[in-house]
């Protein structure tokens, strides 16, 4: 038992210690850059990369052609940023496999990726690195996607100590790989610095384990992470909120002596030097945003439970003051957007920057707009607000689509399929191809071959570049699912597809 404890005594110290720094010009502040991301999707291909890590992100790039074609994204990043990727590859007569494409960028970096026969991608070119980084560097599988599961069967089966042990390995190789690699400084430190981040997260999922670790052994690791908060800082990347979130849960476990159970009490009991801690500071935004952005109906339980601890601390007070101007998004999002660009000096104005369309919670109403046409196959015309205020119905869900898009035209089987599990609910389905009127009999061509010519409600939009509609709602891509009530109140301008399973659960909930 001496000879263990001492062993993971150097091992702990050999952890902490052994490592060259990153040189000084790595943690200067610099802009946002512009990053170019350019993929060559088949027809219907898309990939997307989470990013970023005060807030992650998504980019996403789909071709809704029928025909290869070029997509195009820009966004803007100021340190070395890791995007990852996942997709299911479907085998035929074998098990699907699942592969990971993970790129590392620089501010400033273009790359394009061009879609394989298979699905997967590959790194045409790069301004960069000349390949996907897991394809230079070595990943663990836990690093893209942690399994508690297994890491309790490793622990269980290798120990502790070995399981540190491997960490460090995988990180020593992985500097040797960098060392070997012919890259200018630049990228050599950028490489490093997520070589830093790989290690870290793998160490902050031990805190989070079932099995036993001492708590010398926790309380070490604990201290070892919190200290490197520095080397995080050197790139972003979606895995810097688990450790984030590892570190702060951990402080909350030994402060209260047990499981956190309500999320936003027992977030604000951890002690001082927590709550000074950059981890602490970055992980509670990170929360209000992410709240903001994907559960905006409990931001006012939010602004509550800060409203209770706001003369504890600034900090405290300064994210109440933050979720007060969030929740003004749903009255007056162009007031919002402006108070949010006056406070803190700005540092929060992404939040509604970035994400312009799904950040205004502004209740939209379809009662404001003057007229929409549509068109049914006959070339009859008839008025938007007129089918989906139908007084026999309390809700309508409005399908946008296009006889070129192809991912629209695969939710047709779908939605006929929920259509007729409620034909007896008072709900609407109404379809609307956004085609021009010079491809009008495209559209009647893949209604027919798609089974849905015969089904009522089957529309074509006048104008859509134009529309009013197109405007109000911010059709940018489709397939496109919106709600709106009796009223005209648009209750959700970006529904989900039929073809999630929680599509018809969700529908319901806004009709009781």
Not at 491 to 502: A, E, G, H, K, T
Request: hydrophobic content about 40%.
């Amino acid at each position: 038992m001496k000879f263990y404890s001492v062993l993971l005594s150097l091992l702990i110290f050999n952890l902490c210690f052994s490592q060259a720094d990153l040189p000084e010009e790595m943690e200067s502040t610099v802009e946002n850059q512009e990053t170019t991301i350019v993929a060559i999707l088949k027809p219907g291909g898309n990939i997307g990369f989470n990013y970023l890590n005060l807030f992650t992100r998504y980019v996403a790039l789909k071709n809704y052609s029928n025909t290869d074609t070029t997509i195009i994204k820009k966004i803007l990043i100021k340190k070395p940023s890791h995007l990852s990727h996942q997709n299911i590859i479907m085998q035929i007569g074998g098990p699907p496999i699942l592969r990971t494409h993970n790129l590392l960028l620089l501010p400033g970096d273009s790359v394009v990726l061009k879609q394989k026969e298979d699905g997967t991608f590959m790194v045409q070119y790069s301004s960069g690195f000349s390949n996907f980084i897991d394809r230079i560097v070595e990943i663990p599988g836990s690093f893209i996607s942690f399994d508690k599961k297994q890491l309790q069967k490793s622990l269980e089966s290798i120990g502790i100590e070995k399981t540190i042990q491997n960490i460090e390995a995988t990180f020593r190789k992985n500097e040797n790989v960098i060392k070997n690699l012919n890259l200018s400084a630049k990228y050599a430190n950028g490489l490093r610095a997520f070589n830093k981040n790989i290690k870290y997260t793998e160490l902050s999922h031990l805190l989070s384990a079932n099995t036993p670790i001492s708590p010398k052994v926790a309380d070490s690791l604990y201290d070892i992470i919190l200290k490197h908060n520095k080397d995080l800082g050197l790139s972003d990347a979606p895995s810097n909120l688990s450790i984030a979130k590892e570190v702060v849960f951990y402080n909350v476990r030994k402060k209260t002596k047990t499981a956190p159970k309500d999320f936003w009490a027992d977030i604000f009991k951890v002690d001082t030097q927590m709550r000074q801690s950059a981890y602490y500071k970055q992980y509670l935004i990170s929360c209000v945003a992410g709240t903001f952005a994907n559960d905006y109906k409990t931001m006012n339980e939010v602004n509550g439970k800060l409203r209770a601890v706001r003369a504890q601390n600034i900090f405290f007070d300064t994210l109440y003051q933050l979720t007060s101007i969030l929740l003004g998004t749903s009255t007056d999002f162009k007031k919002a957007k402006e108070n949010l660009k006056a406070f803190n000096n700005g540092n929060f104005s992404f939040l509604l920057e970035n994400s312009e369309k799904s950040a205004n919670h502004e209740m939209k109403n379809i009662n404001v707009l003057p007229a929409v046409n549509l068109y049914d196959f006959s070339g009859k015309k008839f008025d938007f607000k007129n089918m989906v205020m139908d007084k026999k119905y309390k809700l309508t869900i409005v399908d946008f689509w296009a006889s070129w898009c192809i991912p629209c035209i695969g939710q047709f089987p779908y939605l006929k399929k929920i259509e007729k599990q409620l034909k007896n609910k008072p709900i609407n389905f109404v379809t609307i191809s956004i085609d021009n009127e010079a491809d009008t009999d495209k559209w009647i061509t893949v209604s027919k071959k798609s089974n849905i010519f015969s089904t009522p409600h089957q529309y074509r939009l006048e104008n859509f570049k134009t529309s009013p509609l197109t405007k109000l709602l911010g059709l940018g891509q489709l397939p496109r699912f919106v709600v709106i009530d009796a009223k005209g109140k648009v209750v959700n301008d970006d529904f989900y597809r039929p073809s999630d399973p929680i599509f018809e659960l969700e529908l319901l909930k806004y009709l009781n």
